[in-house]
């Protein structure tokens, strides 16, 4: 069965700390991952895409490793700030020729001052 | 520039009604989508239109159908609204890019609440 699971479900972290979230999937064939930042009552904005080759990428203060061998990724957020509170999303795109995305529940994240 | 519109921004309807979102997207992008949120801020993929041709349509109820009248439009008609449709509607538009990457913009939201 096509899943992806994300943990933590929630994370708490103060400000200028480091945290990193997890994404596991069983998606098959595998296309691409993708991690979404969301903030409450907005929708989803693009961090980063990955594709099977590409094991590190990064944008700013987020970085994204894939391990497509055991099938995990995980999001890094360094020096957090408190713009960072939102949920973070795990999508991946199954098949090479279809549109069908797999998304995962999410993680909520809160930054603390 | 809004690159992808959703209207109405908030929806209060009662059970039993017939309701539309519409969703406009100036991007020029192939292929749309429509996801619902839950209360747990699950997103979920209901339908997807590339080129007005439906690629996707999960188990969603039949209550629940896409209309696109072009490229740049997917509205969301529902019928017999329930209780349980109550979420945050997102529309979103997608472009393929080179090497199977593809970039993809989400709506504002529309929130309904069924009463």
């Known amino acids: 069965k096509n899943q992806v699971e994300q943990s933590p479900q929630s994370l708490i972290i103060l400000e200028g700390k480091n945290c990193t979230l997890q994404?596991?999937?069983?998606?098959?064939?595998?296309?691409?991952l993708r991690w979404y930042k969301q903030d409450t009552g907005r929708g989803p904005v693009s961090l980063t895409i990955?594709?099977?080759?590409?094991n590190t990428k990064s944008n700013g203060r987020y970085t994204a490793t894939l391990d497509a061998d055991t099938k995990q990724s995980s999001l890094h957020i360094t020096a957090s700030q408190l713009s960072d509170s939102a949920s973070y999303i795990c999508?991946?795109?199954?098949?090479?020729?279809?549109?069908?995305?797999?998304f995962g529940t999410g993680t909520r994240l809160k930054v603390l001052a | 520039d809004t690159a992808v519109s959703q209207t109405p921004k908030y929806l209060v309807t009662q059970m039993g009604n017939d309701k539309s979102i519409k969703c406009e997207q100036n991007l020029g992008h192939d292929t749309m989508y429509w996801y619902k949120q839950d209360s747990k801020k699950f997103l979920k993929i209901m339908f997807s239109?590339?080129?007005?041709?439906?690629?996707i349509n999960e188990t969603v109820p039949n209550r629940f159908s896409p209309k696109s009248p072009d490229k740049a439009h997917l509205n969301l008609h529902i019928n017999s609204l329930e209780l349980g449709d109550s979420a945050v509607y997102f529309c979103?538009?997608?472009?393929?890019?080179?090497?199977?990457?593809?970039?993809?913009?989400f709506g504002p939201g529309t929130r309904l609440t069924v009463t």
């Open positions: 994404c596991n999937y069983t998606v098959s064939p595998f296309s691409n």
């Open positions: 239109y590339n080129n007005k041709e439906l690629i």
């Open positions: 999508v991946v795109r199954q098949g090479s020729g279809t549109y069908k995305y797999i």
């Open positions: 979103a538009s997608t472009r393929l890019l080179a090497g199977g990457a593809y970039e993809q913009y």
């Open positions: 990955m594709t099977f080759s590409e």
